[in-house]
């Protein structure tokens, strides 16, 4: 049996764009800033995303009320443009984006390593709402 520790959550959404368009949109801090959250209570308001092998990447998310803000960051360990993008979190975990055409629309998928405080299904609901997020910023501009 696998421990939160070792099992990998995946999630995952079909967003009506090219795979050029979706790139774009998840990579850009233009982009990042207007759908990096999991609920309507919260925002990002800042984005830095240098998406090279060995770049850096941070995006603050913060509840609206300012009871609470925190950094998503990390560090590219791989790159292939247009196509995916690993990364690894400050405290070890990892995580790999992966585009994918079907037909005219791009399936994308972020597989991570889950953190140790709160429950893999959580995690998972949490990330699957920013997907959303994300999807419906990109079919929306």
């Known amino acids: ?18 795979v050029e368009k979706a790139w774009n949109y998840f990579s850009a801090p233009e982009h990042i800033t207007k759908w ?10 800042y984005a830095e995303n240098d998406l090279r092998k060995d770049g850096k990447f941070k995006t603050t998310m913060a509840a609206k009320d300012g009871s609470f803000t925190f950094d998503f960051e990390g560090v ?9 993008f690993e990364y690894a979190m400050p405290d070890g975990r990892r995580a790999k984006v992966a585009f994918s055409a079907e037909g005219n629309k791009t399936k994308v998928e972020e597989t ?5 405080a709160n429950p893999v ?7 699957q709402a920013i997907l959303d997020n994300y999807r419906k910023h990109v079919e929306s501009n």
């Open 76 to 84: 590219y360990t791989n790159v292939v443009q247009n196509e995916s």
């Open 112 to 116: 991570f390593d889950p953190e140790t």
């Open 36 to 45: 990096a959250f999991a609920s309507d209570d919260w925002h990002a308001p």
């Open 1 to 18: 049996m696998e421990t939160a520790e070792t099992q990998r959550i995946k999630v995952q959404t079909i967003v009506n764009a090219t």
């Open 121 to 127: 299904e959580m995690q998972r609901a949490g990330w």
